[in-house]
Every structure is written in C-alpha cells, then in structure tokens.
C-alpha cells in the first residue's frame, strides 16, 4: 500500500472511496496509481475546494444543488473539468467521488458497474448504471455552465398547480 499525506486534488484525480482499512479512510486512484490516505474523502475535497476555488466542499455543492435542484451535486474543484460526481449521497461511508474526465469507458457486468480510467485501472461502481448516467448528465450540465458554454434557465413553476414549463 503507497500512502500519500496531503494529497492534493487535479487533474490526474480519478476517483475517491473508502477505504475498508483500519489505518486510512480513503483510496485515491489517480494517474500516477493508487495510493491510501488517512484523510476522509470530503476532507481531501474540502482542501481541494479551498485551494482552487476559495471555497469550501459545502459551499460548492449548495451552489450546484441551489442551481441546478441536484440531490447528490457533483462538485466543481476547478478547471480544466476538475469535478467530483459522487455514486450516492456525499455523507454516506460507501460514497465514490469520480472524475469524469478521466472515465474510458463503462461497462455493465454480472458482478455490477466497472469504469475503466485513463490509465486502464478499473473500479467497481456502487451505484446503477441508470444513477450513473444520471450523475454522468449531471455533471456536464455542471461543466458546460461553469466554462460558459451554457446557461442554465430553470424551469418556471406554475404557481397555481405546481407544474413545471418549459
């Protein structure tokens, strides 16, 4: 096991999750390899947030959630497309954070979601592949519109009934 401190978020980051280790909380799969950390994954987050966004993990994900109306926000970290899409909710232990970018392919095996990164290791999602795609729409709608290449109009609420337009 190669354990790195301080690990820094960019754009080399492939993936976060836990780390079923009584000694790290988080497994960074990244270009260079895999490697453990005794920082949990929203701390990890956090830093990266501060350092290239001067904003924090929290205040990220309500931007994103207060926008778009995301459950699970992916989480803008900086550019290029430095974005953290997690499988479920943020504060779940099992929580994958994937960096899109990085995502080869996926693929839909007896034994659950594999993705397949840049450098050709695989994870094993925890997640549906329908979630997946969900979070994978999601997550450019997010980079689309932080590189300004899309704006986003929220759909109107009928005040009347509730029904959403167009």
Known sequence: MKEIQNYLVNSGTYALAAARHPEYQTVIYDR???FYSKQNKLDILDGACKRLRLCDYWGSARAVR???GYNKPPVIIGKPHIIATPTMS???FDCQFIFLANVLQHELTPDGLLIEFKNHQKLKLN???YTYIEQCKRTSN???FFNGTFSYIPPRRNRKNGNNHS
């Open 90 to 92: 943020p504060l779940s």
């Open 127 to 129: 997640c549906s592949e």
């Open 142 to 144: 997010c980079a689309l």
């Open 66 to 68: 207060d926008t778009f």
């Open 32 to 34: 260079e390899g895999k």
